[in-house]
């Protein structure tokens, strides 16, 4: 109980805080905030596979996701590999999960994986994640 509890709470966290600032007026794209802004505002923006992925402020990228100690997490993707675009195109969002708490759940928004979540080290990325893209990723 007290797991699920603490993942619900990260994961509306991470949300609301994404919300906020997706609102938020910016001069870099009508649709929102650019990965530039984002890293200005305290979130870490990161090239990884195909696009950059920001994580928002609290969750320290090393060494809590790196070596598992977030039991989830959700990041903004934009399509560029450089995280100090001002005008990155947002793909949408990617939701995480620790793989030990991850219980086969599909992701109905991602036809790249037929709609599962993707253990991250099978892509390349070696932190101990499933992740499910709220969008078509491609790959």
Sequence with gaps: MRRWLVTRLLVASGLVGMLTLMAAPSSASASGPSPGQLSEQGWTCVFSVHAVHCIPPGIP???????????????????????????????????????????????????????????????????PYYACHRFNSGL
Excluded: K
Excluded at 92 to 100: C, M, V, W
């Design 61 to 127: 990228l090393v060494p809590d996701i790196v070596t598992g100690q977030v039991p989830a997490f959700t990041t903004l993707v934009f399509d560029t590999h450089d995280p100090t675009a001002q005008d990155a195109p947002f793909l949408g969002t990617e939701h995480n999960i620790r793989a030990d708490l991850f219980q086969g759940q599909p992701c109905p928004t991602d036809p790249s994986f037929n709609f599962q979540y993707v253990f991250l080290p099978r892509i390349g990325v070696h932190i």
